[in-house]
């Protein structure tokens, strides 16, 4: 999991938040932190992995490596200029589709 601290460190760092900021968003001790970073701890649980990813603004997955080379250029990039925001996600169940006049069945 050093690769995990590797890239926690440069998100961190490209997003330019002090490990100070980081504990204080996660809950988490700024050594403890330190450590993950460092390589001195490399196990954590999947509920602390969370918590740093989400105050960093990516996924488990790219602090993990699990994802393609591709995707690592970009981590959490916004949509491409000029493309429309996406909506709000309805819930509750679909609508159902107009019947043309006529052809009711």
Not at 27 to 55: C, D, N
Request: no cysteine; glycine share 12%.
């Amino acid at each position: 999991m050093w690769a995990f601290g590797q890239r926690m460190r440069k998100r961190r760092e490209q997003i330019g938040m002090p490990q100070l900021e980081l504990a204080r968003l996660t809950g988490m001790p700024q050594a403890r932190l330190s450590e993950f970073e460092h390589g001195v701890r490399t196990e954590m649980t999947v509920s602390t992995a969370l918590k740093i990813a989400r105050a960093l603004g990516v996924g488990i997955d790219y602090l993990a490596g699990t994802f393609d080379e591709e995707a690592e250029a970009a981590p959490a990039a916004a949509a491409p200029t000029g493309a429309p925001a996406p909506g709000p996600r309805r819930r509750g169940r679909p609508r159902r589709l107009a019947t043309p006049a006529g052809a009711r069945g």
